[in-house]
Nanobody, 127 residues
């Protein structure tokens, strides 16, 4: 069982930055692939970014490439999402997720492969 707790959300103006953190309770955190997803009101939950167990491989949604950066610190059982150049359309609840079911690189992009989820943190970007 893995418990995930996100933090770092808030209200920011367009063009600003935020760094989200996700603290995991797993004893073997380093064995989990980690992902960030987001869900805006009235929309489906969508993939934002993911990172493999060691941090050597990262994956991004096309709209986030160059603006967002995912990283992890296995010694601290924490994964981060640095978000720069934020836009109003980035407004959503951001969720951290953990997976030990990744089959290939395509798996990182699908929420179906993630078994554990945090409660989410609200990010609001004002124009």
């Amino acid at each position: 069982q893995v418990q995930l707790v996100e933090s770092g959300g808030g209200l920011v103006q367009a063009g600003g930055s935020l760094r989200l953190s996700c603290a995991a309770s797993a004893r073997t955190f380093e064995s989990y692939a980690m992902g960030w997803f987001r869900q805006a009101p009235g929309k489906e939950r969508e993939f934002v970014a993911a990172i493999n167990w060691s941090g050597s491989s990262t994956y991004y949604a096309d709209s986030e490439k160059g603006r967002f950066a995912i990283s992890r610190d296995n010694a601290k059982n924490t994964v981060y999402l640095q978000m720069n150049s934020l836009k109003p359309e980035d407004t959503a609840v951001y969720y951290c997720a953990a997976s030990r079911r990744i089959l290939n690189s395509s798996s990182y992009y699908s929420l179906l492969y993630y078994s554990y989820w945090g409660q989410g943190t609200q990010v609001t970007v004002s124009s």
